[in-house]
């Protein structure tokens, strides 16, 4: 979608120029994911790693095609990276040739529409840069530390977009593109998910999933109704959708931390008596059904309903911040 409204808006041989990069950015994607992969395998993250990397790496060329990742302070040589490149071993191989490909290739665009601003041209590459130091990073870290879906204060999933056009069609934009990012990875890792299940786990789990959904619906529905003829509807609409997403995501991973404080909270905010909160209530029932069979007496099975408590604490805490 992204891809397609930035195509809309060249001329035709900048469109082309901008398709010979995508392609080179595809296969840098798939090399480099496919490199993070194995280096977790035999961990817990293995099975979703190719789907987290993927979702990670279209967040970048999202910043990318919008233009929205900030600009640093230019540097000609970056030790950082020199010397990642060298630990990785990476220097001279088929991932690294496919990105600087890619980062010609897409900053190309950059020269043919600003082609007197050497300025916009040496932003473009110290953007894609730093966005390959962050990926090289990454690389260097999983096998010790995984793919930190969680970790301290950060919510697991996809983080919210930066945003810096501040209009009211950018941040509603910008909100459409974050919940189609995190749906992508929230279906991959269930798809992970119901394809290792054996059948007599399938159905309890798609049976929960079916009910997360119409209960997603039900709450973004009931968040943005005080609000559905305004102009800022599709942007909280859109935002509540990505939070249940990573939500989502945190409770396929089982890594939702749960407080035994906040269960006071939560029965000061909640009646019981809504029908959002039924369908809550429903897909909290058949989704700890499940845990209950495929974990059985393990920690993970004992903690879900606190665990999933959490969750929907946060998001009524959202409808009652927009009132």
Not at 125 to 134: G, H, S, T, V
């Amino acid at each position: 979608m992204v891809y397609q409204d930035v195509e809309s808006q060249l001329i035709p041989h900048l469109q082309h120029q901008l398709a010979i990069a995508d392609k080179s950015w595809q296969q840098f994607q798939t090399q480099h994911c496919q490199q993070l992969t194995q280096r977790l395998r035999n961990t817990p993250d293995f099975p979703i790693a190719a789907s987290v990397c993927l979702a990670r790496l279209n967040n970048d060329r999202i910043l990318e095609l919008q233009k929205e990742g900030e600009v640093i302070t230019l540097q000609s040589r970056d030790p950082r990276f020199e010397s990642l490149l060298d630990r990785l071993k990476l220097r001279n191989s088929s991932v690294q040739r496919h990105w600087k490909q890619y980062q010609t290739q897409h900053c190309q665009i950059a020269i043919d529409i600003f082609s007197l601003n050497t300025l916009r041209l040496a932003q473009c590459y110290q953007r894609l840069r730093e966005a390959r130091l962050r990926q090289l990073e990454e690389l260097l870290a999983v096998p010790a530390r995984g793919l930190a879906l969680s970790s301290g204060s950060v919510r697991p999933g996809i983080p919210e977009l930066n945003c810096v056009d501040e209009t009211q069609i950018g941040l509603n934009r910008c909100a459409v593109y974050w919940s189609k990012t995190t749906q992508l990875l929230q279906s991959s890792i269930y798809g992970d998910w119901a394809t290792r299940l054996s059948k007599q786990y399938q159905q309890t789990f798609m049976i929960a999933q079916k009910y997360w959904q119409e209960y997603r619906e039900a709450h973004c529905t009931e968040l943005v109704e005080p609000f559905k003829e305004g102009s800022m509807s599709p942007m909280l609409y859109h935002r509540c959708l990505a939070r249940l997403n990573n939500d989502r995501i945190a409770d396929l991973k089982g890594i939702a931390v749960y407080n035994p404080e906040d269960e006071a909270q939560r029965s000061q905010v909640t009646s019981g008596q809504d029908t959002t909160q039924a369908l809550w209530e429903r897909y909290q029932t058949q989704y700890c059904k499940f845990e209950s069979r495929f974990f059985g007496s393990q920690t993970r099975n004992k903690q879900c309903p606190n665990r999933l408590n959490l969750g929907r604490l946060r998001h009524i805490k959202a409808i009652m911040n927009t009132r």
